[in-house]
């Protein structure tokens, strides 16, 4: 399919890392196939990126973002962040009819820009999967696809719970690494150095990777070394880690399903969708969960860990197929999701639900 007369804008969330990792999983095919695609990012410092060569020059918003204390969401820092004059000023300024499609990953600007023009936006991400009846659901998360509004969406999800418009995750496709038992990679940026020194002192077995935004350079206590965040030095840990302790964001628990990393996740405080995303986990059984920084379940975690092996398919180059075809109605995007769902191969781990 060439699509060399095609224009796309393409907006990402930068609120978390999960949003621009679909669109370096995507956006790479859409380029391959010929469109010309425009990127905008929103929701964080424009000196906060890594290296983002693949969304070309790119543009960046204010746009809506979460401020984070220790342990959870800060929403009372979070309004006082937000700067709604400069947020309509980017909606208004963004002029969405100079393309053919335009895709939003929660990204708000390009979506309300789409919405006010009467063209519409398509909507992609984990937001969009709690439109349909997944395990955690509440009212607050059913409309959190309000803030970033479209006219056809496919949520992503671990599994499509019998769901319509509910894609596998995108993740990375690489092949099985030998994985080092004793090595546990973690990320909880919102917790303490002293807090993680602490809850993982006791088990000197294993040694623990923490990746921190909290951190300027390496140190290590003992067993346990921090980092600096690092997209590429958190994904050559991650690929031979033996566990993979997080809170319970999306994307990174998606690649441990990819690459047969047990996990176990720490919702953050005030984030009803990483509540829904801990609850999910552990009814698909496929990853363990704790509300608090708990020495007991992390050591009974430790003990009993198992790997859990999910093939999921190219989502971003199937769907990047899909955009450049034309077809952006909610009935296609449900067959596409349905036919990569039958490309997933669960292998021993097929869940009941």
């Known amino acids: 399919m060439n699509a060399k007369n095609l224009k796309i804008l ?7 890392n999960g949003h621009l990792t679909r669109g370096l999983l995507t956006v790479p095919y859409l380029s391959a196939l010929g469109a010309d695609v425009d990127c905008i990012l929103s929701g964080r410092p424009s000196g906060k990126f890594d290296s983002m060569l693949e969304f070309g020059d790119y543009k960046v918003h204010t746009g809506i973002s979460f401020a984070k204390n220790e342990g959870g969401v800060d929403w009372v820092g979070s309004i006082l962040r937000s700067s709604p ?3 309509i000023k980017s909606v208004y300024e963004t002029n969405t009819r100079d393309y053919d499609a335009v895709i939003t990953d929660f990204e708000p600007i390009t979506a309300h820009a789409a919405n006010i023009r009467g063209q519409g936006a398509i909507g992609l991400g984990h937001q969009y999967a709690f439109r349909r009846d997944v395990p955690g659901n509440c009212a607050a998360l059913k409309m959190m696809p309000l803030v970033s509004p479209t006219r056809a969406s496919l949520g992503t999800h671990w599994h499509h719970f019998g769901q319509k418009g509910i894609t596998p995750p995108f993740v990375h496709q690489k092949d099985d690494k030998p994985k080092d038992e004793s090595k546990i990679v973690v990320y909880m940026p919102v917790e303490s150095t002293q807090k993680l020194i602490a809850l993982f002192r006791p088990f000197s077995q294993y040694n623990f990777k923490i990746y921190s935004p909290q951190v300027d350079e390496t140190f290590d206590e003992v067993h346990i070394t921090f980092a600096p965040t690092s997209r590429d030095a958190f994904m050559a840990d ?10 319970a964001g999306f994307e990174s628990p998606s690649e441990a399903l990819a690459m047969g990393v047990p996990m176990l ?6 984030q009803p969708e990483q509540m829904a995303n801990a609850k999910a986990i552990t009814a698909l059984k496929w990853g363990g969960a704790m509300d608090t920084l708990d020495p007991k379940i992390v050591a009974d975690w430790l003990n009993n ?14 769907i990047a197929e899909w955009v450049v ?3 952006h109605s909610q ?10 769902w039958e490309q997933t191969d669960y292998g021993d781990f097929t869940s009941r639900i």
């Open 10 to 16: 393409y907006g990402m969330s930068a609120d978390g």
């Open 85 to 87: 004059l400069d947020f």
């Open 238 to 247: 991650f690929e031979t880690a033996g566990g993979y302790i997080s809170n």
């Open 265 to 270: 996740l720490k919702p953050m405080k005030g």
């Open 305 to 318: 860990k198992k790997a859990v092996k999910i093939r999921y398919p190219n989502v971003g180059a199937a």
């Open 325 to 327: 075809n034309g077809d």
């Open 331 to 340: 009935k296609s995007a449900d067959l596409l999701a349905k036919q990569l």
